[in-house]
């Protein structure tokens, strides 16, 4: 079969037509998974730091809170939005944890852990994360968690692990705790962007203690 001279240049257009929307195709596949990468990495970026300002109520902020004198600051529930909350609390459903050194549990005992005005916890998620991340480093765990560099040297380190934290009260910390110094930050959040509530002393028999090998 012969193909006229018009109708071998409209084949070859039609090739060429396809060959581009191919390669465009794939291109744009490419700069969509790019994007995607990027805007996941934004977002968790914002849920640290930017989300964070827009947590407050309309009229409220963080410089607000801070600078209210410790025994006056007002309950989160006031200058936070619901959703914030909801939403930071969620996130302790599987647990909570915190770290201490064995020689202060040996101290005061392990009857009750805790103060009676809240217990500092972060969620059992970032706890894993921050160890992980630590690879049995002690200097990264005290720089992640604004402990003093040196402070828990020496020492044995223990885990500690509250499954359901949520009947312990578990709560936004408000700034009024004894626990709470000059590195406080309104909102539950720790100053390298970990999550942190508060919850009642915690019972014998509610919780598990592991001892974490740093050095």
């Given at each position: ?63 607000e809170i801070v600078s209210i004198p410790k ?120 100053p390298n962007g970990y999550m942190e509530s ?18």
């Open positions: 079969m012969f193909l006229s001279s018009k109708m071998r240049l409209f084949l070859i257009s039609l090739l060429l037509f396809n060959a581009s929307i191919s390669a465009n195709a794939t291109t744009k596949t490419v700069l969509v998974s790019e994007y995607f990468n990027l805007s996941e990495s934004h977002f968790f970026q914002n849920d640290t730091t930017d989300f964070l300002v827009k947590a407050f109520k309309k009229g409220h902020s963080k410089d025994g006056s600051r007002p309950n989160p529930s006031n200058y936070l939005k619901w959703r914030y909350r909801h939403r930071h609390q969620r996130n302790f459903r599987r647990g909570a944890s915190f770290l201490t050194q064995k020689h202060i549990l040996d101290k005061y005992g392990r009857t009750m852990l805790g103060r009676q005005d809240g217990l500092f916890v972060m969620c059992k998620k970032e706890m894993n994360d921050l160890l992980q991340k630590a690879n049995g480093q002690l200097s990264y765990v005290e720089t992640e968690l604004g402990i003093p560099a040196g402070m828990w040297k020496n020492s044995e380190i223990i885990r500690i692990d509250i499954r359901r934290p949520k009947k312990l009260k578990l709560r936004l910390p408000s700034g009024n705790e004894t626990g709470a110094n000059e590195l406080w930050i309104p909102g539950g959040k720790l508060v919850i009642n002393p915690v019972p014998e028999g509610k919780y598990t203690e592991t001892t974490i090998i740093l050095k």
